[in-house]
Protein backbone atom coordinates (compact mmCIF):
# COMPACT_ATOMS: atom_id res chain seq x y z
CA UNK A 1 0.00 0.00 0.00
CA UNK A 2 1.48 3.14 -1.42
CA UNK A 3 -0.92 5.84 0.02
CA UNK A 4 -0.58 7.86 3.34
CA UNK A 5 -1.21 5.94 6.26
CA UNK A 6 -2.49 7.13 9.66
CA UNK A 7 -1.96 5.78 13.03
CA UNK A 8 -3.76 4.78 15.01
CA UNK A 9 -7.39 5.17 13.36
CA UNK A 10 -9.02 5.66 16.50
CA UNK A 11 -8.30 6.81 19.91
CA UNK A 12 -10.11 7.56 23.10
CA UNK A 13 -8.92 9.67 25.75
CA UNK A 14 -9.22 11.08 29.30
CA UNK A 15 -9.56 14.89 29.22
CA UNK A 16 -6.47 15.93 30.20
CA UNK A 17 -4.29 13.39 29.21
CA UNK A 18 -1.94 13.46 26.02
CA UNK A 19 -2.40 12.02 22.56
CA UNK A 20 0.17 11.53 19.81
CA UNK A 21 -0.74 10.91 16.29
CA UNK A 22 1.56 9.36 13.46
CA UNK A 23 1.48 10.18 9.39
CA UNK A 24 3.63 8.03 7.10
CA UNK A 25 2.84 10.12 3.82
CA UNK A 26 3.39 8.76 0.83
CA UNK A 27 7.25 8.14 0.34
CA UNK A 28 7.91 10.34 -2.78
CA UNK A 29 5.93 13.62 -1.40
CA UNK A 30 7.55 16.36 0.12
CA UNK A 31 4.75 18.25 1.30
CA UNK A 32 2.51 17.07 4.38
CA UNK A 33 -0.29 18.25 5.79
CA UNK A 34 -2.63 18.21 8.93
CA UNK A 35 -5.92 18.99 8.84
CA UNK A 36 -9.17 18.72 11.63
CA UNK A 37 -12.41 17.88 10.93
CA UNK A 38 -15.43 18.12 12.99
CA UNK A 39 -19.13 17.31 12.64
CA UNK A 40 -20.64 18.95 9.66
CA UNK A 41 -17.61 20.73 8.91
CA UNK A 42 -14.71 20.48 6.24
CA UNK A 43 -11.68 19.79 6.62
CA UNK A 44 -9.95 22.67 8.61
CA UNK A 45 -6.01 23.22 7.81
CA UNK A 46 -3.71 22.72 10.46
CA UNK A 47 -0.12 22.93 9.96
CA UNK A 48 2.61 22.03 6.84
CA UNK A 49 5.49 20.66 6.31
CA UNK A 50 7.91 21.18 3.45
CA UNK A 51 10.21 18.15 4.12
CA UNK A 52 11.44 18.37 8.00
CA UNK A 53 10.27 22.35 8.28
CA UNK A 54 7.18 23.85 9.70
CA UNK A 55 6.13 26.72 6.99
CA UNK A 56 2.74 27.50 8.22
CA UNK A 57 0.72 27.06 11.45
CA UNK A 58 -2.88 27.56 11.60
CA UNK A 59 -4.71 30.07 14.13
CA UNK A 60 -6.40 27.09 15.19
CA UNK A 61 -3.10 25.39 16.48
CA UNK A 62 -3.17 26.53 19.81
CA UNK A 63 -0.23 26.02 21.71
CA UNK A 64 -1.06 22.85 23.45
CA UNK A 65 -0.88 21.78 19.77
CA UNK A 66 2.72 20.69 18.43
CA UNK A 67 3.60 19.17 15.47
CA UNK A 68 7.10 17.54 14.32
CA UNK A 69 8.07 16.12 10.98
CA UNK A 70 11.87 14.73 11.85
CA UNK A 71 14.22 13.67 9.01
CA UNK A 72 11.28 14.58 6.69
CA UNK A 73 9.27 11.21 6.84
CA UNK A 74 6.99 10.74 9.08
CA UNK A 75 4.98 13.35 11.08
CA UNK A 76 3.65 13.48 14.64
CA UNK A 77 0.73 15.83 15.71
CA UNK A 78 0.73 15.86 19.58
CA UNK A 79 -2.11 17.64 21.75
CA UNK A 80 -1.27 18.01 25.21
CA UNK A 81 -3.60 18.67 28.13
CA UNK A 82 -6.79 17.26 25.89
CA UNK A 83 -9.72 18.99 26.53
CA UNK A 84 -13.37 17.97 25.13
CA UNK A 85 -13.19 20.68 22.38
CA UNK A 86 -10.15 18.41 20.35
CA UNK A 87 -12.63 15.60 19.53
CA UNK A 88 -12.82 15.54 16.13
CA UNK A 89 -11.02 13.29 13.05
CA UNK A 90 -7.21 14.33 12.51
CA UNK A 91 -6.21 13.79 8.51
CA UNK A 92 -3.13 13.67 6.69
CA UNK A 93 -2.31 14.28 3.76
CA UNK A 94 0.85 14.15 1.42
CA UNK A 95 1.04 16.01 -1.69
CA UNK A 96 3.67 15.62 -5.00
CA UNK A 97 3.99 13.90 -8.12
CA UNK A 98 2.33 11.76 -9.52
CA UNK A 99 -0.59 11.34 -7.30
CA UNK A 100 -1.19 14.58 -6.09
CA UNK A 101 -2.82 16.34 -2.65
CA UNK A 102 -3.69 12.56 -1.17
CA UNK A 103 -5.20 11.79 2.00
CA UNK A 104 -5.08 9.67 4.58
CA UNK A 105 -7.94 7.63 6.57
CA UNK A 106 -7.41 9.87 9.45
CA UNK A 107 -7.62 9.20 13.14
CA UNK A 108 -10.70 10.11 15.23
CA UNK A 109 -10.21 11.03 18.74
CA UNK A 110 -12.96 11.36 21.25
CA UNK A 111 -12.36 13.21 24.74
CA UNK A 112 -14.28 11.96 27.64
CA UNK B 1 -15.72 34.35 7.63
CA UNK B 2 -16.63 31.11 5.45
CA UNK B 3 -14.03 31.53 2.21
CA UNK B 4 -15.47 28.43 0.50
CA UNK B 5 -19.13 27.87 0.33
CA UNK B 6 -21.51 24.78 -0.05
CA UNK B 7 -24.83 26.03 0.30
CA UNK B 8 -26.81 22.67 -0.23
CA UNK B 9 -26.01 20.53 3.15
CA UNK B 10 -27.86 17.70 0.94
CA UNK B 11 -29.14 17.15 -2.83
CA UNK B 12 -31.14 14.15 -3.59
CA UNK B 13 -31.08 12.70 -7.04
CA UNK B 14 -32.34 9.61 -9.09
CA UNK B 15 -30.22 7.22 -10.55
CA UNK B 16 -29.25 7.87 -14.19
CA UNK B 17 -30.17 11.72 -13.83
CA UNK B 18 -27.07 14.55 -13.35
CA UNK B 19 -26.36 15.57 -10.31
CA UNK B 20 -24.89 19.25 -9.97
CA UNK B 21 -23.67 20.33 -6.78
CA UNK B 22 -22.23 23.83 -6.37
CA UNK B 23 -19.93 25.67 -4.65
CA UNK B 24 -19.01 29.56 -4.11
CA UNK B 25 -15.56 31.37 -2.97
CA UNK B 26 -14.40 34.60 -2.05
CA UNK B 27 -10.76 34.72 -2.14
CA UNK B 28 -9.53 36.11 -5.55
CA UNK B 29 -5.88 34.42 -4.73
CA UNK B 30 -7.43 31.10 -4.89
CA UNK B 31 -5.66 29.18 -8.02
CA UNK B 32 -6.82 25.86 -7.81
CA UNK B 33 -9.92 24.33 -6.85
CA UNK B 34 -10.63 20.59 -6.11
CA UNK B 35 -13.37 18.60 -5.61
CA UNK B 36 -13.67 15.39 -2.78
CA UNK B 37 -15.66 12.85 -2.05
CA UNK B 38 -15.88 11.18 1.57
CA UNK B 39 -17.56 8.10 2.85
CA UNK B 40 -17.85 7.54 6.52
CA UNK B 41 -15.11 6.85 8.17
CA UNK B 42 -12.78 7.61 5.05
CA UNK B 43 -10.85 10.44 4.93
CA UNK B 44 -11.28 12.69 1.63
CA UNK B 45 -10.58 10.78 -2.12
CA UNK B 46 -9.82 13.23 -4.31
CA UNK B 47 -12.21 13.52 -7.45
CA UNK B 48 -11.23 15.87 -9.66
CA UNK B 49 -9.55 19.60 -9.79
CA UNK B 50 -9.03 22.45 -11.96
CA UNK B 51 -7.01 25.48 -12.34
CA UNK B 52 -8.01 29.23 -12.45
CA UNK B 53 -6.28 29.21 -15.95
CA UNK B 54 -9.26 27.08 -17.41
CA UNK B 55 -13.04 27.15 -17.07
CA UNK B 56 -13.96 23.15 -17.44
CA UNK B 57 -12.17 19.78 -16.54
CA UNK B 58 -13.60 16.55 -17.53
CA UNK B 59 -12.74 12.93 -16.45
CA UNK B 60 -15.32 10.33 -17.15
CA UNK B 61 -18.73 10.88 -15.83
CA UNK B 62 -17.31 13.94 -13.38
CA UNK B 63 -16.94 17.46 -15.13
CA UNK B 64 -15.55 20.92 -12.80
CA UNK B 65 -16.51 23.72 -14.22
CA UNK B 66 -15.19 27.49 -13.21
CA UNK B 67 -16.57 30.25 -13.42
CA UNK B 68 -14.11 32.57 -11.84
CA UNK B 69 -16.09 36.51 -12.30
CA UNK B 70 -18.66 34.78 -10.16
CA UNK B 71 -16.23 32.94 -8.08
CA UNK B 72 -18.66 30.10 -8.43
CA UNK B 73 -17.82 26.34 -9.82
CA UNK B 74 -19.91 23.27 -10.15
CA UNK B 75 -19.72 19.14 -10.21
CA UNK B 76 -21.63 17.95 -12.70
CA UNK B 77 -21.94 14.08 -12.48
CA UNK B 78 -23.71 12.14 -15.15
CA UNK B 79 -25.22 9.71 -15.22
CA UNK B 80 -25.64 9.41 -11.69
CA UNK B 81 -24.88 5.81 -9.85
CA UNK B 82 -25.72 4.56 -6.56
CA UNK B 83 -22.33 4.26 -5.48
CA UNK B 84 -22.10 8.11 -5.94
CA UNK B 85 -23.93 8.69 -2.46
CA UNK B 86 -21.73 10.33 -0.44
CA UNK B 87 -20.52 13.61 1.02
CA UNK B 88 -18.64 15.80 -1.31
CA UNK B 89 -16.14 18.95 -0.68
CA UNK B 90 -15.25 21.43 -2.64
CA UNK B 91 -11.69 22.84 -1.54
CA UNK B 92 -9.43 25.82 -3.33
CA UNK B 93 -6.14 26.76 -2.87
CA UNK B 94 -3.28 29.09 -3.71
CA UNK B 95 0.47 28.85 -3.25
CA UNK B 96 1.68 25.68 -0.71
CA UNK B 97 -0.90 26.45 1.93
CA UNK B 98 -3.00 24.15 2.83
CA UNK B 99 -6.67 23.67 1.01
CA UNK B 100 -9.65 25.57 2.02
CA UNK B 101 -12.58 23.45 2.39
CA UNK B 102 -16.20 23.91 2.36
CA UNK B 103 -18.69 22.52 4.61
CA UNK B 104 -19.65 19.69 2.40
CA UNK B 105 -23.09 18.32 0.28
CA UNK B 106 -24.35 14.91 1.03
CA UNK B 107 -25.71 13.44 -1.83
CA UNK B 108 -28.22 10.73 -2.20
CA UNK B 109 -29.06 8.74 -5.48
CA UNK B 110 -32.07 7.25 -4.99
CA UNK B 111 -32.86 4.07 -7.22
Known amino acids: DTGVSQDPRHKITKRGQNVTFRCDPI?????LYWYRQTLGQGPEFLTYFQNEAQLEKSRLLSDRFSAERPKGSFSTLEIQRTEQGDSAMYLC??????????FGSGTRLTVV | DQQVKQNSPSLSVQEGRISILNCDYT??????FLWYKKYPAEGPTFLIS?????DKNEDGRFTVFLNKSAKHLSLHIVPSQPGDSAVYFC??????????FGKGTHLIIQP
Open chain 2, 91 to 100: AAGGGADGLT
Open chain 1, 93 to 102: ASTGLPTGYT
Open chain 2, 27 to 32: NSMFDY
Open chain 2, 50 to 54: ISSIK
Open chain 1, 27 to 31: SEHNR
